[in-house]
């Protein structure tokens, strides 16, 4: 059964969580830079963003978290406020899980049958960033960690 981690754990594990979205929009950024338009740089950065990208679902729309999972909900009293505050999954994150699952994180036949391999990596990272400044404005100001600091993504894709 899962545990509530007290308010210092949540606390500290702010950094991280921003942590998480300061990558997500630095990587974001970097695969729109010419340079890595292709090759070996491109495929890492990407990913590095993808990576970045299913931590911040896992942690904002886990519906079934491991007991040493941090998620969203764990800093409300009740997390159905959470759920009501995040509102639903951004279309731009719906087939997130499913292809860093499957063209990234683990060799599968899945990889076949992709037909478009675009990722549309400014617009997922904005979706994030969003569910991002709920999260912030919605949890106690205590909880944060005093160093944290929020992701810019402002290019288009």
């Known amino acids: 059964m899962r545990k509530r981690p007290t308010p210092a754990q949540l606390q500290a594990m702010t950094t991280h969580v921003n942590y998480e979205v300061y990558m997500l929009g630095k990587t974001a950024q970097m695969l729109t830079i010419p340079i890595s338009a292709a090759g070996p740089l491109h495929d890492a950065v990407l990913e590095s963003f ?80 969003e569910v991002f400044e709920r999260f912030t404005g919605a949890i106690d100001r205590d909880l944060l960690s005093p160093d944290l600091r929020q992701s810019d993504v402002s290019e288009e894709d």
């Open 50 to 129: 993808s990576f970045h990208a299913r931590v911040l679902l896992d942690f904002f729309f886990s519906e079934h978290p491991r007991d040493d999972d941090l998620v969203a909900g764990d800093y409300f009293d009740d997390p159905s406020r959470w759920v009501a505050a995040r509102g639903e999954l951004p279309i731009e994150l719906v087939q997130v899980k499913d292809r860093v699952g499957k063209e990234v994180a683990h060799l599968t036949l899945g990889r076949l049958r992709v037909e478009d391999k675009r990722w549309h990596f400014l617009a997922i990272a904005r979706a994030l960033s």
